[in-house]
Structures are given as structure tokens and as C-alpha cells.
């Protein structure tokens, strides 16, 4: 071995820093997979304080000045490109963290896990007013967070940063446009066709207990080693964990398809989370590019694998064999797993394409929020109308409504975009394996999904972090971020279905 | 409020900064939970090492230099005799954490974290040669640990200090002995003894899930607050947590007895947590006295009320309920619950008698251990010697001997022996009990208990750490610590059963 530069002595030395704080990270991790799917509820207040403690004392050890120096005395040129783009992305992340003062972190941490039950009451008591004074004050501290980071910059593009540091916002909203303007016309077409596909074949209560064996036999099919990780209920499924332990969640509902998409769409998580490599734990080259392209590859699943006929194929006999009551014929299950509800409110149960009607509403609305356009108090009915121009339906209560999901009262603002995003790039990604994977589809009707899998660790989760969004779809894809092949894909879709 | 001393501004900023320490210190007390409990096999590598950020994280906060000097900057005068007891306990964790390297700490969480993989799978393959590496390397790392706290003292008694730290090892030693001679020759008796309880009824394949339902039972009459906490299974049962959120674990084998008194053993531990003060979370007022009174707790339980008879009086006809193949009268059963297992080579498995002869053996090899007499190798050989001295049976291989406990996996030299301690102090505290509670076997009788637990968290648990364990035992039952009631109470017991 060639005896180390100064550099790469330094490299190491701020690698074993890094991973200690990524340590940390990952415990928090834990934690709250552990607060969301076993704590026993009055459990709260000391979670509270722990994930406070646990995300501040990571914000410390971040922000310590050896780390700049560290940072500072590394000459990159004396460094494998590999282990400058690792230098990228620690830069980044210290150069965020320290604008950030720790009573901060400290005070996001706790209100966001307060805001979390107080949600969960909410939601509940369906009574928006238990959690707004929560929100407000959310908001409030991640506009001064945001502040503290660039205040040169509009906080709302800070905070989506958080999430997609690379692709830029103005793409994100470009694309989210695109979106709108091709698809609203298009979902009216589709309420106007006389297809109306039945999903009353699924909605028949199904226990709760043979959904759940169904839903782990569906992750033996995919592939899912379980020496790596869990399957347990939630009632937001999520997915988090390392790629040493990576903890899958789902819910079974009266309707078998919620669960099973569910499943499916984490296990795309999951996925990826195993297949980034073992031995970079605890650095940025062990860790997802980050949202768009996690949601791409649950999205990839999800749609272009779950919902797609070849995979049906292979399922229904399967299904039929735990279910004997579901008679149904391949064509007929493909409609109604595809279907579009008319009605629906809740985005965790839209179809592809209205789907991204509720990201557009919630991009816009988090967008005023912390631009202050709006306040609080109006959300209900800026929701409800929003809903109305964009899908046709209007909530009765905000608990089907503006209390739906659980991302604002984590302080999440930002993120939603990037279940477009990764939607959008999933068509991308998928139109690629397609290319490159011989006879794809057939496999897929066998029940075969390895090379699908060796093809995506390949091309995706073996690199990290390693290469910037952008990058790496050029990397994995050669071409650059394109809605296109989405928006083409999702129209032959729905066309061929409902006949239009 | 009158203004504050200067002493009780620095008293209040000392306790954020330990109920930050705690915070994370119980963070990791939910992450070696849920390595036992939850974690997928492979997931070791990664929590061995936030395991290790954890444990070294907190040992650096501890021993900040602005620690040392608050505890000097306050004047104990100017602060309650309760803050003074708080101070106590925090000057002497942070004497003993200053003097230990931040790498120490470190190694020896990492090294024990593999030990007890490595300890799973001797034990599995019965091969004590897997795990003997692992424990030479911790006994050699808690030897120095010992040395750095304190090179003057035996290090064995520094060990064990860290389990009970006020009782003193000569009050331990002598306890150990005073019962190895009395109660080896009353067990040698028994054996002489025609009485020959029958345990078959116990043993029928019941099946888990009807021994878990009845678990939950239990823990309803005894009134567990399942709002504080969880119910889990565990090869290795055992309780962690706090007074926000306690997880009970106990484990259901083929005798129905040994998973039932596993969860009356645990909700002991779990019922001492949640009677610790809520509001002082976080520090040592709100922590139990240690290991001593810990166990006393759950030997409380398990002993003086599970295995009376005025318990299973209530309990028998319950248990006939969820279980009708059992039929046995309450006077066998008594017998049965109290039965001296002859050729028991399991210490949790043990009855109250014989359990004493398994961490007497323990005691004595891991003094001998740290304190270099014996070596590693040697371990199996002493063990089953002894066994066979104590107890007349000698276990044919190591997974039924000397591998059958995880304590030494963990580095925990110096625990064994408040398990007697605590076993000794459940009867002295039981008798006073009795003394002061109106008709307390009645109330058993009639499956009521909360004047027991109301009695408990009023004399012991509401303390916390306000008093060293020997003022405890005297504030809360008015005596000094005597083993002579517990060797009355169980000469009395088994002489009655025994016929002897």
C-alpha cells in the first residue's frame, strides 16, 4: 500500500467524526420507528426530550470547529474523486449545521415531537384546532431556520433543499406545473369515460391476520431478506433503518389493494436502503442520494411493477389462493388495481395520476405558509377548495382533509414535492431497465425480479451519495431529469384503460 | 418564590446538562431493547457501533470539565437536602467517568455488543469456544475499567460497586456465605425429604399465544399500566425503561410456571419504573436505588406474592379458566409453584431455595475471574464442579452451564450478586409490609393490590436516588439490612412443604 498523503490521513480522521455523528443519526432513527410503531403512548413526553437530546448533540458534533478544519485542510486533489464527493457532501451538511444555533435544533426537535401527538389527536378528535397552535409555531421556527441557513434565499427553497438539494426548485415547480396543466384535463376526460372499473371485489374484510401473511409472502416474491429487516404496522406506513436493518411498515385496511400497494411501495424503499453498500456505513457513500431518488425507487415498485399486468400475472393466482373468495379475471383486476377514484380524498390511497393533484395542493399551501401568504387558520378551507378545483371533491372534515398526513407535524416542509419528483424519475428509470434488461415483462409474469433488483443496485443504490442528483441520474440513465417519458407513460396508461 | 441562591442557579444548569446525558443514556437503553427484542440477526455490525457513539457520547458530556466545576461552585448549604442527594449521586458518577478513557469506554461497548452475538451462537451450537475469546477480551477490558476507577481497591469490588454501590462487597460476601451454609444442608434435607411435588401438570404444550393472553391476564390483576409500557417476549427476559415507557419481556417455554413467573418476576421491575416521580425524569431523583432495590422489587413479586399461597387462591381458578385441562387443587399447586427442581441446572429456572447455589457458583467465578485465579478456559470445569458440590447435579454440556446467562456477554461482572441481596431484602421488606398493611394476605386472596403497590411507591420507589440503600432500607422499613428474615421465611416455608 502506498503510504497515506496528509490528505487522506485527515480524510480518515474526519470519516471516524462523521460516523460518530451518523451513529447517532441512525439511533434517532430508531427512535422514531420505534415511537410510530411500538412506544406506548404516554411514552411522549421522555421521547420528546430524547430525540431533542439526540438531535442536538449530533448538531454539536457537526458543527465543531475541528471538523471545519479538518474540512479546511484537506486538499482535494490529494484525494480519490470518490472520497472528494464524500467531502462534497459533509461540506454541505457543515456548512447548513453551522449557520444553525443548537437551541434551535433543540427546540424544532421537541416541537416537532409534541406537534406529532397533538397531530395524532387532531386527526382523531378530527378537530383542526388541537394542532394549528403546534403548526404555528412549527412554521414558525422552521422559517427562522430556514433564515439562519441563506437569508438571501426565499426560506421555502431552503427547506425543499433539505430534501433535494441538487435538482433545484425551479424544476420542481416547472415539473409540478407541467403536471397540472397535462394531467387536470386529463383526469376530466376520464371522469366523463363510461369505464368505471369495481374495486368492490377487494373491500370484502379481509383479516387483518391473513393480510399480513399475504403481505410478507408478497416480500419473499420480491426478494426481501429478512435477515436485514422487519415488516410491522403503522397507521402513516414508512420505512426507515440502515442497510444493515432496515424496518419496513404497512397497514391493512378493509380494502386488501391499500396494504398491498403499501407494502409494495416500501419495499421499493427498502430496497434501496440494502443495497447501498455495507461497507461505507455511517458515511455519505453508504447513504441514499436522498428523496427524489428513494421515492423513485418505491414508485418503481409501486406502479410500474405492482400495478402492471405482467406482475398481476404472476400475483392473482397467488392472491386467489389466500383469498378463494376473490374471483376476478386478469383484465378486470388490472382496471380496477389502476382505477381512478372519483372520490377520493386521501392521497396515500390515490391512483398514479391524481395523485399528484394532492402534491400540487400541499406544494402550494406549505409554499404560503412559510412564505407568508397565508395563515394557519385558513389551511381547512384553502384546502377544501383546492381539492375541489383540482379533483372535483371537497373534504366533509379535515381529517379526510388538511389533517391527513403526518409530514407537517414533523416539520416537514418541502418534502412533499418529492413524491412528484420521484414519480416522475421513477418512468424515467423504469423506461431505462426496460431497455437494458432482456424480456423484463416476462420475467416480471414469473415471479422473477432479481435482475430488475442486480440492475438497480448496479446502476443507483451501489453509488451513495456519491454523485449529485443530477448526476447520477445522467450516471445511471444517460439522460437528464425529464417528466416526459412520466407524462407519456401515465396517458397510454389511462388512455388504453378508460378507453380514451 | 424567594430569589435563588447562586447555588441553586448552578444546581438547575447542572441538571439540564445531566438530563441531557440521561436522555440519551435511556435512548440507549431503547436501543439494546431493541436489539433483543425486535432487531432482524443481521443487524448487529451497525447497532454495535451507535451502541458505542451512545455510550462514548455520553462518558464525554459527563466529564466535561464545566461538570467538575459546577459540582465544586456549589455550596451545599445553600441548596435542599434533597438537591443535596441528587449531587451525591451525580459527583460520584462523574468522579468514577473522569477517570476513564473515552476509548475504554468506547472499546468495551463495541467488545460487549459482539460478545453477546457471539454468546448467542455458542450457546445455540453449544460450543464455549466461540465466546471464549470475546469474554477473555472483556474481562481483560473491565479489569482495566476497574484499575482506572480506583487501582487501590480489588477490581472486582470496583465492579461490582457499579451495581450496588453502597452496600458494600463484605456485607455481599458475608450474605453469600451465610447462606451457602444454611441453606446447603437444608436443601440436602429436602432432597431426603419423601415430599415430591409434581410438575407435569405445568407441562402440556400450551400453546404461545394462549400464554401470552394469559400473561396480559396477570398483568391486569396486578394492575400493569399498559398506557406506560409494553409486553414482549425475550430469550433472555428482562425489563428496561423508564417511568414514561417500561418494556416488560418474559418468554413462554413448555412449563406453563416458568413464563408466568418470568412476567410476575418482570412486572415487579416494571412496577418499581413507573412508580419512580414523573416530574423528576431525567435525574437521579427520579432513577431507582439501584440493583439491590431493583431486584427486591421484582423478588417481591415473584416470591412472597407469586408463589403464596393466598395468590394462587386467586389465580388458580383463572388459570382453570384459559387453561381447563389443568386440575390440580390449590394444595398440590402450592407444592408444585415452591418445588425444589433436584436436578435443575437453570438459575431462572431455579425456585427460591436453590437459586441462591447458582449465583453463589457465579459470584465465586467471576471474583476468581477478574481477580485473575482462574482463566477463561478453566471456566466450564470450575462451573460444573461446582454445581456439582452446591447443588449435587453437574450439567452434561456448557449451553446448560456456564453459557446459560447473558450477563457476562454484556461485561457485567459484579451484577450476580444483588440478585441474592435482593432476593434477601424482598423478605425483610415483605415482612414489613404485612406489619403495616390492614389484612394484606386477604387482599392478595381477593387478587386486589393496590395498597401493596401503594405502600411500595410510597416507602421505596417515589424516593428515586434521594437515599443511599442502606438509608433506604432504613427510612422505608425502619431496619438495618439482615438477611435473617428471608432465611426464616424460606426455612419456615419449605420445612411446612417438605414436611421437614
Given at each position: 500500500?502506498p503510504?497515506?498523503?496528509?490528505s487522506?490521513?485527515?480524510?480518515?480522521?474526519?470519516?471516524?467524526?462523521i460516523?460518530?455523528?451518523?451513529n447517532?443519526?441512525?439511533?434517532?432513527?430508531?427512535l422514531?420507528?420505534d415511537?410510530?410503531v411500538?412506544?406506548?403512548?404516554?411514552?411522549?413526553?421522555?421521547?420528546?426530550q430524547?430525540?431533542?437530546?439526540?438531535?442536538?448533540?449530533?448538531h454539536?458534533?457537526?458543527t465543531?470547529?475541528k471538523i471545519?478544519k479538518?474540512?479546511d485542510?484537506?486538499?482535494?486533489e490529494e484525494?480519490?474523486?470518490?472520497?472528494?464527493?464524500?467531502?462534497?457532501?459533509?461540506?454541505?451538511?457543515?456548512?447548513r449545521?453551522?449557520r444553525l444555533?443548537t437551541e434551535?435544533?433543540e427546540k424544532?426537535?421537541?416541537a416537532?415531537?409534541?406537534a406529532?401527538?397533538?397531530?395524532?389527536?387532531s386527526?382523531?378528535?378530527?378537530?383542526?384546532?388541537?394542532?394549528?397552535?403546534?403548526?404555528?409555531?412549527?412554521?414558525?421556527l422552521?422559517?427562522?431556520y430556514?433564515?439562519y441557513?441563506?437569508?438571501?434565499?426565499a426560506p421555502?427553497?431552503?427547506l425543499?433543499?433539505?430534501?433535494?438539494?441538487?435538482?433545484?426548485l425551479e424544476?420542481?415547480?416547472d415539473?409540478?406545473?407541467?403536471?397540472?396543466?397535462?394531467?387536470?384535463?386529463f383526469?376530466?376526460?376520464i371522469?366523463e369515460?363510461?369505464?368505471?372499473?369495481d374495486?368492490s371485489?377487494?373491500?370484502n374484510?379481509f383479516?387483518?391476520?391473513k393480510?399480513?401473511?399475504?403481505?410478507?409472502?408478497?416480500?419473499?416474491?420480491l426478494?426481501?431478506k429478512w435477515?436485514?429487516?422487519?415488516?410491522?404496522t403503522?397507521?402513516?406506513?414508512?420505512t426507515?433503518?440502515?442497510?444493515?436493518?432496515v424496518?419496513?411498515?404497512?397497514?391493512?385496511e378493509?380494502?386488501?389493494?391499500?396494504?398491498?400497494?403499501?407494502?409494495?411501495?416500501?419495499?421499493?424503499?427498502?430496497?434501496?436502503t440494502l443495497?447501498?453498500?455495507?461497507?461505507?456505513?455511517?458515511t455519505?457513500?453508504g447513504?441514499?442520494?436522498g428523496?427524489?431518488?428513494?421515492?423513485?425507487q418505491?414508485?418503481?415498485?409501486e406502479n410500474h411493477?405492482g400495478?402492471s399486468?405482467?406482475?398481476?400475472e404472476?400475483i392473482?393466482?397467488?392472491?386467489?389462493k389466500?383469498?378463494p373468495?376473490?374471483d376476478?379475471?386478469?383484465?378486470d383486476?388490472?382496471?380496477?388495481v389502476?382505477k381512478?377514484?372519483e372520490?377520493?380524498l386521501?392521497r396515500?390511497?390515490a391512483d398514479?395520476?391524481t395523485?399528484?393533484m394532492h402534491?400540487i395542493?400541499?406544494?402550494?399551501?406549505?409554499n404560503d405558509?412559510?412564505?407568508?401568504?397565508i395563515?394557519?387558520?385558513?389551511?381547512p378551507?384553502?384546502?377544501?377548495?383546492?381539492?375541489?378545483?383540482?379533483l372535483?371533491?371537497?373534504?366533509e372534515n379535515?381529517?379526510?382533509?388538511?389533517?391527513?398526513?403526518?409530514?407537517?407535524s414533523?416539520?416537514?416542509?418541502g418534502?412533499?414535492p418529492t413524491?412528484?419528483l420521484?414519480?416522475v424519475l421513477?418512468?424515467?428509470?423504469?423506461n431505462?431497465?426496460?431497455?437494458?434488461?432482456?424480456?423484463?415483462?416476462?420475467k416480471?409474469?414469473n415471479?422473477k425480479?432479481?435482475s430488475?433488483k442486480?440492475?438497480?443496485t448496479e446502476k443507483?443504490h451501489?453509488?451513495?451519495?456519491?454523485?449529485?442528483t443530477?448526476e447520477?441520474i445522467?450516471?445511471s440513465i444517460?439522460?437528464e431529469?425529464?417528466?416526459s417519458h412520466?407524462?407519456?407513460y401515465?396517458k397510454?396508461?389511462?388512455?388504453?384503460?378508460y378507453e380514451?
Amino acid at each position: 500500500m502506498p503510504s497515506q498523503t496528509d490528505s487522506e490521513k485527515i480524510y480518515n480522521k474526519l470519516i471516524r467524526k462523521i460516523k460518530r455523528i451518523k451513529n447517532i443519526g441512525n439511533a434517532e432513527g430508531l427512535l422514531r420507528w420505534d415511537q410510530q410503531v411500538m412506544m406506548p403512548n404516554a411514552g411522549t413526553p421522555a421521547r420528546s426530550q430524547q430525540l431533542s437530546a439526540l438531535s442536538s448533540i449530533q448538531h454539536e458534533l457537526l458543527t465543531d470547529e475541528k471538523i471545519g478544519k479538518m474540512l479546511d485542510e484537506i486538499d482535494e486533489e490529494e484525494i480519490s474523486k470518490e472520497r472528494r464527493s464524500a467531502i462534497r457532501e459533509i461540506k454541505r451538511e457543515f456548512e447548513r449545521a453551522k449557520r444553525l444555533p443548537t437551541e434551535l435544533i433543540e427546540k424544532i426537535s421537541k416541537a416537532s415531537s409534541e406537534a406529532f401527538s397533538k397531530w395524532l389527536k387532531s386527526k382523531e378528535e378530527n378537530d383542526f384546532s388541537i394542532f394549528a397552535p403546534n403548526l404555528e409555531k412549527l412554521i414558525e421556527l422552521k422559517t427562522k431556520y430556514a433564515e439562519y441557513i441563506d437569508p438571501d434565499v426565499a426560506p421555502y427553497q431552503v427547506l425543499f433543499e433539505d430534501y433535494e438539494p441538487y435538482l433545484g426548485l425551479e424544476i420542481a415547480s416547472d415539473t409540478l406545473s407541467k403536471l397540472r396543466k397535462e394531467l387536470v384535463p386529463f383526469i376530466e376526460k376520464i371522469k366523463e369515460s363510461e369505464v368505471k372499473p369495481d374495486r368492490s371485489t377487494f373491500e370484502n374484510n379481509f383479516s387483518g391476520e391473513k393480510q399480513r401473511e399475504f403481505a410478507q409472502h408478497v416480500l419473499d416474491i420480491l426478494g426481501f431478506k429478512w435477515e436485514y429487516g422487519r415488516l410491522d404496522t403503522a397507521p402513516h406506513p414508512f420505512t426507515s433503518g440502515t442497510q444493515y436493518d432496515v424496518r419496513v411498515t404497512t397497514r391493512f385496511e378493509d380494502n386488501l389493494l391499500d396494504g398491498l400497494f403499501s407494502t409494495i411501495h416500501e419495499f421499493g424503499h427498502a430496497n434501496y436502503t440494502l443495497g447501498l453498500p455495507k461497507e461505507k456505513y455511517g458515511t455519505p457513500l453508504g447513504e441514499s442520494r436522498g428523496f427524489t431518488f428513494h421515492e423513485s425507487q418505491s414508485r418503481l415498485w409501486e406502479n410500474h411493477i405492482g400495478r402492471s399486468r405482467p406482475f398481476w400475472e404472476y400475483i392473482l393466482p397467488e392472491l386467489k389462493k389466500k383469498f378463494p373468495s376473490i374471483d376476478a379475471s386478469i383484465e378486470d383486476v388490472y382496471k380496477t388495481v389502476n382505477k381512478v377514484h372519483e372520490d377520493n380524498l386521501i392521497r396515500v390511497d390515490a391512483d398514479e395520476l391524481t395523485y399528484h393533484m394532492h402534491i400540487i395542493l400541499r406544494f402550494e399551501i406549505e409554499n404560503d405558509l412559510i412564505e407568508n401568504n397565508i395563515e394557519v387558520k385558513e389551511i381547512p378551507s384553502v384546502w377544501n377548495d383546492k381539492m375541489e378545483n383540482y379533483l372535483g371533491v371537497r373534504p366533509e372534515n379535515d381529517s379526510e382533509g388538511c389533517l391527513q398526513d403526518v409530514h407537517w407535524s414533523h416539520g416537514s416542509f418541502g418534502y412533499f414535492p418529492t413524491y412528484s419528483l420521484g414519480s416522475v424519475l421513477s418512468a424515467q428509470i423504469y423506461n431505462s431497465a426496460k431497455n437494458d434488461i432482456d424480456r423484463l415483462e416476462e420475467k416480471m409474469r414469473n415471479g422473477k425480479f432479481e435482475s430488475l433488483k442486480k440492475w438497480l443496485t448496479e446502476k443507483i443504490h451501489r453509488y451513495g451519495k456519491r454523485y449529485t442528483t443530477n448526476e447520477l441520474i445522467q450516471k445511471s440513465i444517460g439522460e437528464e431529469f425529464n417528466p416526459s417519458h412520466f407524462i407519456d407513460y401515465i396517458k397510454n396508461k389511462y388512455s388504453e384503460i378508460y378507453e380514451i
